[in-house]
């Protein structure tokens, strides 16, 4: 099946569908997504059913409902076991998967059906207590101290991404 098509997912949490440059946004700048979406398929007219990024992440990983689901919110110690998932019927169907960035799941390292998963997540700073590695639950953080030394941080633009300060107008 050398013609199937490849199949590119960008899931992101509170991002507002009119925030592209393909948009005519005068302000935001998406040259690469912009691409995307005029090479592929942009779905204008989607929405999320619940305003929360987990029961929406839960939805769209999962096709269940949120009642279905029963994601509220994040909490530790509540798997993420569901017998069917996207990426497992991706998996399932010949595609290679991979989840890269933000999964919010538990446990932390749980595939949901991909067969690969390069996570980064910036708000699991409980995950920095110190009788654990943070390591274990992120793989950006590693990366950018092999590339920019020991001490090397995220934070280091001192701007943080839910703050006014971080918004571009």
Not at 48 to 64: D, M
Not at 127 to 147: E, G, I, K, S
Not at 161 to 166: D, I, K, P, Q, T
Request: with cysteine; aromatic share 12%; charged share 20%.
């Amino acid at each position: 099946m050398a013609d199937r098509p490849n199949v590119v997912l960008v899931c992101v949490d509170q991002w507002r569908g009119d925030c592209l440059s393909i948009d005519r946004h005068p302000v935001v700048h998406t040259p690469y997504l912009d691409q995307l979406a005029l090479d592929g398929v942009r779905f204008g007219r989607a929405y999320s059913c619940t305003p929360s990024c987990i029961p929406a992440r839960a939805a769209l990983f999962t096709g269940l409902t949120q009642r279905s689901h029963g994601r509220v919110g994040y909490q530790d110690g509540v798997p993420w076991n569901y017998p069917v998932t996207l990426a497992g019927e991706f998996t399932r169907h010949g595609y290679q998967t991979e989840a890269v960035g933000k999964m919010h799941v538990y446990p932390e390292r749980s595939q949901m059906g991909f067969q690969h998963v390069v996570l980064h997540d910036g708000f699991l700073h409980f995950a920095r207590r110190r009788d654990r590695d943070y390591d274990l639950v992120d793989d950006y953080t590693p990366w950018l101290r092999q590339q920019l030394g020991h001490d090397a941080d995220y934070f280091d633009h001192g701007v943080n991404c839910n703050s006014v300060v971080a918004r571009p107008w």
